[in-house]
């Protein structure tokens, strides 16, 4: 038997899911020019002091959105440390 309700709350949940990845892929597509930036000139791959910055920014965000901040910066974390090893991978093909 069909659960309208559940139906109705997993249509929205897949709405946000599609929203993630459309912003994720955005956000992917401007680090890759950023490494290809900075494999050009010279600069390194990660810059820490830059992440400490996002990951207090993002988790007073969180606390503000009433989200966890530790899995905000889990979460970032994950996401940053990709980017890296996408960066190194530019470096390394020059
Ligand atoms: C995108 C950059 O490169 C790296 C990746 C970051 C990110 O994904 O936000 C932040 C800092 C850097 O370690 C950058 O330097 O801005």
């Known amino acids: ?3 309208e309700t ?3 709350f997993r249509q929205s949940i897949d709405n946000i899911d599609a929203a993630l990845i459309h912003m994720l ?3 992917f597509k401007v680090t890759q020019a950023v490494g ?3 494999a ?3 600069l390194p791959p990660a810059d ?3 992440e400490d ?3 207090a920014r993002l988790r007073a ?4 959105a009433d989200l966890d901040p530790e899995f905000s910066e889990k979460f970032l974390r994950f996401i940053i440390d990709e980017v890296i090893r996408h960066h190194e991978r530019l470096r390394d093909a020059i």
């Open 40 to 42: 050009t000139h010279n």
């Open 53 to 55: 910055a996002q990951i």
């Open 25 to 27: 892929a955005e956000r």
């Open 1 to 3: 038997m069909p659960d």
């Open 6 to 8: 559940l139906n109705r």
């Open 36 to 38: 290809a930036y900075k």
């Open 61 to 64: 965000l969180a606390k503000q």
């Open 48 to 50: 820490p002091t830059r």
